[in-house]
């Protein structure tokens, strides 16, 4: 510790300092947090947290796949049958 008496113009500038820095660091950390929070946006939208430990996120996700996944089945079938069915006339006009 050091005997030494400040001025008080020795203090306002190390008020002045001490507050200097604050700000720095305080629009640092806005700028970290304004970073990551960019960083969880998928496609313009804000991507929520999904844990995979959770079981019913994980049940409901798995509901979600299955139905589109017969989904896109069903709609691979129709167009099959509908170009068999083009090709069948094909055979039938000759």
């Known amino acids: 510790m050091?005997?030494?008496v400040s001025t008080p113009e020795e203090e306002k500038a190390a008020m002045k300092i001490q507050a200097?820095?604050?700000?720095?660091?305080a629009r640092k950390e806005?700028?970290?947090?304004?970073?990551?929070?960019s960083s969880r946006k998928v496609n313009g939208h804000k991507e929520?947290?999904?844990?995979?430990?959770?079981?019913?996120?994980?049940?409901a996700a798995t509901k979600i796949q299955a139905s589109?996944?017969?989904?896109?089945?069903?709609k691979d079938?129709?167009?099959?049958?509908?170009?068999n069915e083009v090709a069948n006339k094909d055979e039938t006009a000759e």
Do not use: T, W, Y
Request: without cysteine; negative net charge.
């Open 2 to 4: 050091s005997d030494q």
């Open 30 to 37: 806005v700028e970290k947090m304004k970073i990551e929070d």
């Open 20 to 25: 200097s820095f604050r700000g720095f660091k």
């Open 77 to 83: 079938l129709k167009a099959q049958n509908d170009s």
């Open 68 to 74: 589109f996944r017969g989904h896109k089945v069903r």
């Open 48 to 59: 929520d947290s999904f844990g995979s430990d959770d079981p019913q996120l994980s049940e």
